[in-house]
């Protein structure tokens, strides 16, 4: 039997899992909301500086609304959504680049009827992401298709 | 009309071109050998230090024969085809992951009937790929299966 770990020079692809990858928690459990989302660093290595890492919110599923100076470098692998950067709300489909500049409010979501699996590429060397306090939270929802957006 | 450039939050993907996103020469014509292949830069920003690039090769396609310092990180986004990787010729498939080591020997090709498309992370700060000289190439050619391989 072969044993395939990340070393190996090439991993096979199955229902958006990869060989030799682990199916990860995308944070703590309470740490931040975020809901039906998983993570899987598809590659980290020291003789790169960024990681590719793969994440999947199941449908209706979002990830964590925050903020941090580090960029990150989007590539819709599977299925729709919207993402909210700054203070708009995008519509994002298969295949689509995602630019999330340093300090700008960002948050993905399904659409409810298909996941939405994305590529993210990110500096190894990186900053902690913060999450908006109440009055951040308020300011951005007096827009009313912000409002919908964060609804749950 | 919206001007679309690469610093726009989300560029739309519409037949494995991506907007505000160029077409470009895979390599210098007549530098290295190499047939049927563009590239096209997805991510490049001085806030994150690695390159995401998209190298398409029309069916029957290859890359250069080539290796260097610094670290291929791949993920193959459209079609099928072969990669050598040092001394071993491996298929790949849609999704699957290619990691190239330092100073390995590599080319990708398409299967005669598909296009073969990739992502491929590399840091931006970067060496330049080296050819094989005559006694290398020899030497990879020892194997039949490399043979093959390489054989236009």
Chains 1, 2 share one sequence.
């Not at 958006?16 to 899987?40: C, H, M, N, V």
């Not at 729709?80 to 500049?101: A, F, M, Q």
């Not at 996941?115 to 007096?142: H, I, S």
């Not at 298709?145 to 749950?152: E, H, Q, S, V």
């Amino acid at each position: 039997m072969t044993v395939v770990t990340a070393k190996n020079p090439v991993r096979c692809f199955d229902a958006f899992r990869w060989e030799g990858t682990d199916l990860l928690a995308y944070k703590e459990e309470g740490s931040a909301p975020f809901k039906a989302i998983t993570r899987q660093t598809l590659f980290r290595d020291p003789a790169i500086k960024c990681e590719l890492r793969y994440f999947e919110l199941a449908p209706g599923g979002y990830s964590t609304l925050e903020r941090h100076e580090h960029m990150h470098a989007v590539l819709i692998l599977r299925g729709r959504g919207e993402c909210l950067i700054g203070d708009t709300v995008y519509k994002i489909d298969t295949n689509d680049l995602v630019t999330i500049e340093p300090w700008t409010w960002h948050q993905f979501r399904a659409n409810a009827d298909v996941p939405l699996g994305f590529l993210c590429m990110v500096n190894v060397d990186r900053d902690k992401p913060v999450l908006p306090n109440g009055e951040q939270r308020e300011a951005l929802t007096t827009d009313p298709r912000i409002a919908a957006f964060l609804k749950d």
